[in-house]
């Protein structure tokens, strides 16, 4: 069954996008993943509340580090984020830049470009280190 075609739907018969499962998880959560962009443009259209956290005291900003790749997270340019303190630690301790900084299947560069994407975020070192 293709994903896309059931949130969009569900989405059509008014199913509500803020709505978090016992996880925290939103369903614009649920679409952070690289494969899910249909769906994830289909929610941004309807949701505009970015905040919230998941059981692991992650945000938005924690699951598009960890999860997203370039074109998932330029979905988000020019959405107002600032809802979102990217201080905040996961229940490891981890802020989104420090969960970013940490990935290795993507090369620096693209780590640049997504964090430029957030300009709130601290910047990190080639080491890997949040500054």
């Given at each position: 069954?293709?994903?896309?075609?059931?949130?969009?739907?569900?989405?059509?018969?008014g199913?509500?996008?803020e709505?978090?499962?016992?996880?925290?998880?939103?369903?614009?959560?649920?679409?952070?993943?690289?494969?899910?962009?249909?769906?994830?443009?289909?929610?941004?259209?309807?949701?505009?509340?970015f905040?919230?956290?998941?059981?692991?005291?992650?945000?938005?900003?924690?699951?598009?580090?960890a999860l997203?790749?370039?074109?998932?997270?330029?979905?988000?340019k020019?959405?107002?984020?600032?809802?979102i303190?990217?201080?905040?630690?996961?229940?490891?301790?981890?802020?989104?830049a420090?969960?970013?900084?940490?990935?290795?299947?993507l090369?620096d560069?693209?780590?640049?470009?997504?964090?430029?994407l957030?300009?709130?975020?601290?910047?990190?070192?080639?080491?890997?280190?949040?500054?």
């Open positions: 069954m293709n994903r896309f075609h059931s949130v969009a739907f569900l989405l059509e018969q199913a509500d996008t709505l978090a499962d016992d996880g925290g998880m939103k369903p614009l959560f649920e679409t952070i993943k690289p494969s899910h962009h249909e769906s994830l443009r289909a929610i941004l259209e309807r949701s505009d509340d905040t919230g956290f998941t059981i692991h005291n992650q945000t938005l900003l924690h699951l598009l580090a997203g790749n370039i074109e998932t997270v330029t979905l988000f020019g959405k107002d984020l600032s809802g303190d990217p201080q905040i630690q996961d229940k490891d301790g981890f802020t989104a420090k969960l970013l900084s940490a990935r290795v299947d090369s560069h693209e780590k640049d470009e997504i964090m430029a957030f300009p709130k975020i601290p910047r990190f070192e080639s080491t890997g280190e949040a500054e």
